[in-house]
């Protein structure tokens, strides 16, 4: 089946540190989602990317939608203590909506 | 802003029984999906749904499941005869045509 690899699978960073994650596939994707779980909360969308190339922001989140339609990266500047969480990646394909999942990058940020 | 509602936030439930799990998608989207995530693993797809039909269903989409769309603003989600793994948070999400998916706070199962 389709499946999307995320790494990494968890982060331990000093507050202030910049975060990069990213997500590939061995399936062409017409759309990169990246959501945020806080925990006991359901996914919230951050950014979404639909054209390949596609670099888009969200205040202090970057996210890019690779070339060849199969990744897709995610970058927080400065991180702070509210961005502690599970970042989850998802690809979407144009012949049908199912979400394909990331299993998540966990970001522990140290005081 | 819109968003999608579901309830109960919680549910406790003997194993065995029947559980039906409801959810009130952003109204003018057109696809709906129910996923389910066991404490600390990923996010799982079970069953997106179109037209009043399912679309696509994951293998753990099974007999046990069916979902509803009864009076064209509920999205409902029933697991019959609950087993202690079905435990787990289910996300109930939709999206208009060419968007992206919102989802729903989740409803935590506890199949006892």
């Known amino acids: 089946g389709q499946q999307l690899n995320q790494s990494p699978q968890s982060m331990f960073i000093q507050e202030g540190e910049d975060v990069s994650m990213n997500c590939t596939s061995s399936?062409?994707?017409?759309?990169w989602l990246w959501y945020k779980q806080d925990p006991g909360e359901g996914p919230v969308l951050l950014i979404a990317?639909?054209?390949a190339g596609e670099l888009t922001s969200n205040g202090r989140l970057t996210a890019q939608f690779g070339i060849t339609r199969k990744d897709s990266f995610l970058n927080i500047s400065a991180s702070i203590p509210s961005d502690v969480g599970i970042y989850f990646c998802a690809g979407q394909m144009a012949q049908d909506y199912q979400l394909i999942w990331g299993a998540g990058t966990k970001l522990i940020i140290k005081p | 802003e819109p968003e999608v509602t579901q309830t109960p936030s919680h549910q406790v439930t003997q194993m065995g029984q029947e559980v039906i799990l409801r959810c009130v998608p952003i109204?003018?989207?057109?696809?709906f999906y129910w996923y389910r995530q066991i404490l600390g693993q990923k996010v799982e797809f079970l069953v997106s749904f179109y037209n009043n039909e399912i679309s696509e269903k994951s293998e753990i989409f099974d007999d046990q499941f069916s979902v509803e769309r009864p009076d064209g603003s509920n999205f409902t989600l029933k697991i019959r005869s609950t087993k202690l793994e079905d435990s787990a948070m289910y996300f109930c999400?939709?999206?208009?045509?060419?968007?992206?998916?919102?989802f729903g706070q989740g409803t935590r199962l506890t199949v006892v």
């Open positions: 399936s062409i994707f017409n759309t």
């Open positions: 999400a939709s999206s208009g045509l060419y968007t992206e998916a919102f």
């Open positions: 109204s003018n989207h057109l696809y």
């Open positions: 990317l639909y054209k």
